[in-house]
């Protein structure tokens, strides 16, 4: 179950890398959702860099993540880790939208520390 | 742990009710429909598909179909060919590299982008902490461990070795948090991901689930390159080869003898039934094939510490020292033994284990001579 939900979200995220998007061509402002590994953070510009990908062809999905916007999740609160509470090797779940033709990051949740 | 005599009476059963059916080394799964078996074999043409740079190869690859690689003795075997991957491994995380063209580096370019850039071959990572050779494994009955349900894999993990017995199992994780099992590190949840990524990294041909090319060491590739339009191939194309290797099935054990079934028995006592757990049961499936299935897999699809003469590079979880217990399906086509081929014989496959199996391998050491001997003529009958 869960993997096949999971397995839905990549497919959203393979058809939005190579700007086919079928489900969001007619709405641009329809959401495109990432689960992946942090790469890293920028604390300056604001910009996170995600590991995501399909078998041993990963790929880094680049977005700029808005001040405001605040990291959900269990083991995110009071986290001092990373400016938006996140660091390196976090596995993360983005909720963003494409505007000016970059990813801007409308929600940010850090998942379960998995072992 | 289940008891290697209840293993042991599985796979008779199993054995006695697949009849005198046998499988061989790149036959496909036992039950099959006709339908199946037809995109088997129309999913092994796509497989053996020899690709051209005006049909999709490259710019950069490392081969140029799946069968040209997983050939030996049939498609779906083994092969000669030894890849690279790089990835660095710093403060206990695993960087795959992915901004210097990791963690694959293809080892061939198309002539256009020889001619480009005046390279024969991915360039090397320089942020690299190591090095991965990797040959070319056999992915028989990759379909049935693909059905494994991840709670029988978590059932085998001991990651504190809270039994004592000296081996911690743990599960890899892929970049989105799922649990995996596919490639020696065990990086990748599920077949079809393994495959689709696949076509892109070893062959450069893009395709509805990975529509991107590999960037050239993480450069853009440079214009005109690389002119057929993205994906490369289509869905159907897709699906065929997943099919074809999805339903290959596991080739059945030769038949033992006494000396056989006595190193059968030897395996187990001496523990490397621990990690190279004999079989496995497949979950649900919408095909009848696959599904609630014993196989006789000898993995519990986890990752061990495998000592630090064995170690190379990270991924996932994994460090450099841990490797997925590597299936013995089909080992009696294998030619060269471990990731990186270094063994040319199962014993020595064996004198080299070291770490989490360190107690395994010295046990081994210790036999008798004749024990020993039954226990690689078992070895050679999977």
């Known amino acids: 179950m869960k993997q096949a939900a999971v397995f839905a979200i990549t497919g959203v995220l393979a058809g939005s890398l190579a700007g086919v998007a079928q489900q969001a061509a007619p709405q641009p402002a329809v959401p495109y959702t990432y689960q992946g590994t942090v790469h890293s953070v920028q604390a300056k510009t604001g910009t996170l860099e995600l590991i995501t990908g399909v078998g041993h062809a990963l790929r880094l999905v680049r977005m700029s993540v808005p001040t405001g916007v605040r990291v959900a999740g269990t083991a995110a609160a009071g986290a001092s880790g990373g400016v938006m509470g996140v660091q390196p090797g976090d596995v993360v779940r983005v909720v963003c939208h494409r505007a000016g033709g970059r990813l801007v990051a409308d929600k940010v949740e850090k998942l379960e520390p998995t072992r | ?382």
């Not at chain 2, 649990?179 to 689709?196: H, S, Y």
């Not at chain 2, 214009?223 to 290959?248: C, K, M, S, W, Y």
């Open chain 2, 1 to 382: 742990m289940s008891s290697p005599g209840a293993a042991a009476a599985l796979w008779l059963a199993a054995f006695a009710f697949a009849g005198c059916r046998v499988v061989k080394p790149g036959d496909p799964l036992l039950g099959l429909t006709r339908e199946q078996r037809d995109r088997f074999e129309r999913g092994r043409a796509v497989f053996d598909s020899v690709f051209t740079p005006e049909t999709g190869l490259g710019p950069l690859f490392n081969s140029t179909a799946c069968g040209e690689c997983h050939e030996d003795p049939k498609s779906g075997g083994t092969g000669d060919e030894v890849e690279v991957h790089a990835t660095a491994f710093r403060g206990g995380v695993c960087d795959p590299l992915v901004q210097e063209g990791g963690p694959v580096i293809q080892q061939h370019t198309t002539p256009a982008l020889k001619q480009a850039l005046g390279i024969d071959a991915e360039p090397f990572p320089p942020s690299a902490t190591a090095r991965a050779m990797r040959t070319t494994p056999v992915i028989f009955g990759r379909g049935l461990l693909d059905l494994v349900p991840d709670s029988v894999i978590l059932s085998y993990a001991d990651p504190d070795d809270k039994n004592h017995d000296g081996i911690s199992g743990r599960v890899n994780r892929n970049v989105d948090g799922r649990i995996g099992r596919f490639g020696r590190k065990a990086l990748v949840p599920t077949l079809r991901e393994f495959n689709d990524g696949a076509f892109v990294a070893e062959q450069g041909v893009t395709n509805p689930s990975v529509p991107t090319e590999e960037t050239i060491g993480g450069k853009p590739i440079p214009g005109g390159v690389d002119p057929v339009a993205d994906p490369e191939i289509n869905q159907d194309q897709l699906d065929l080869t997943n099919d074809f290797v999805r339903f290959l099935g596991a080739p059945t054990p030769e038949r033992l003898g006494g000396e056989g079934r006595r190193g059968r028995e030897i395996f187990s006592r001496i523990g490397c039934a621990a990690c190279h757990v004999p079989m496995l049961r497949t979950g649900a499936s919408p095909v009848a094939a696959l599904r609630s299935k014993d196989v006789a897999a000898y993995t519990d699809l986890l990752l061990h510490d495998m000592g630090p003469d064995l170690a190379d590079i990270c991924l996932g979880l994994a460090t450099p020292a841990e490797f997925r217990t590597e299936p013995l399906i089909g080992l009696r086509s294998v030619k060269t033994f471990l990731h990186d081929g270094r063994a040319a014989t199962p014993e020595q496959a064996i004198q080299d284990h070291g770490g989490e199996a360190a107690g395994a391998r010295d046990r081994f050491q210790a036999l008798p001579p004749a024990e020993r001997q039954a226990l690689i003529a078992f070895l050679k009958s999977l």
